[in-house]
């Protein structure tokens, strides 16, 4: 009677395991497909011709692959590759400016040097929390009164009135892991605050600024809703709205030309992202891990 109890309960827990594991299979699965499905449609309709891309009934697989409309990117009359640069320019030195300003915020925040620390830690948390669009209306004044608006400089300053609160709490987080005994021992050895700063803290939270950085580029990089409305001129604007303005009409949509721009916009984000993921997972991790 014990054996075969025994062999019962074991027998269950053999079930529940295979159970459990086939149900983490199959999440993993869906989710697998959510995020490939996308992209696959993406591909697949930028090899299709304008007439199999606007069927009533789609294709899943292109009946006659044709690399056109990515030809027409860069050899039409779309200035394709001035959207690019541009974009690159912004969303790049958005990111540079957002971690340079930063740093020196987070470490104040982090070491609490002041009596209002904590109340302005959450201030630039209630601000970060806002929806993007209702700052959408003081930037725009802001930068029409300052003869900032369809401006390079104006989009610069727009990406990173946003990603800066987001930048500030990462980068705490990551200065909060570094033990305050080596700043200590700094200070012995005849450091200033700011070569402490520069020398000690920036180095030691070196995947951070990685981490945040790339993360601040991708927001700027797959925001539409600024560009659209801080610039006016067709030639500076950049990919995301240029997508929107270049590629839908009032009667009909370029499907394929579109899908072929969406597939290189999408591609400097992927090599970003996959050439600092092991940063990425280091800095998160060690953001994660604090000592407050």
């Not at 594991?21 to 992209?39: D, G, K, M, N, S």
């Not at 690399?67 to 969303?91: A, E, H, K, M, W």
């Not at 982090?110 to 700052?135: E, H």
């Not at 390079?152 to 033990?179: C, E, H, N, R, S």
């Amino acid at each position: 009677m014990t054996d075969k109890s025994h062999r019962t309960a074991g027998s269950r827990g053999t079930f529940r395991a295979i159970s459990g594991r086939a149900l983490q299979y199959i999440c993993i699965a869906v989710a697998l497909f959510w995020t490939v499905a996308p992209i696959y449609w993406m591909i697949s309709t930028s090899l299709k011709s304008e007439l199999e891309a606007t069927r009533l009934e789609p294709t899943l697989i292109p009946e006659s692959p044709t690399f056109g409309n990515y030809v027409r990117l860069f050899q039409g009359d779309l200035p394709f590759v001035s959207f690019f640069i541009n974009s690159v320019i912004t969303c790049f030195l958005a990111a540079i400016v957002s971690v340079v300003i930063a740093v020196p915020a987070a470490y104040a925040l982090s070491r609490r040097n002041f009596r209002t620390a904590d109340q302005t830690g959450y201030l630039v948390l209630v601000v970060r929390m806002f929806p993007m669009i209702v700052l959408l209306a003081p930037l725009y004044l802001i930068l029409l009164n300052t003869g900032l608006l369809d401006t390079m400089f104006g989009l610069i300053l727009g990406y990173t009135t946003f990603g800066l609160p987001f930048a500030v709490w990462m980068l705490k987080g990551f200065i909060d892991a570094v033990p305050v005994e080596i700043e200590e021992a700094a200070r012995v050895d005849g450091y200033r605050q700011w070569e402490i700063l520069l020398r000690i803290i920036v180095p030691l939270i070196y995947p951070g600024l990685v981490t945040t950085g790339i993360f601040v580029l991708m927001e700027a990089w797959n925001n539409l809703i600024y560009p659209l409305t801080f610039i006016t001129s067709i030639e500076k604007q950049s990919l995301p709205a240029a997508l929107v303005l270049t590629f839908t009409g009032q009667f009909k949509t370029d499907w394929g030309g579109m899908m072929a721009a969406s597939a290189i916009t999408t591609l400097p984000l992927m090599i970003a992202f996959f050439a600092v993921q092991r940063s990425m997972v280091r800095g998160l991790t060690a953001g994660s891990v604090t000592g407050t």
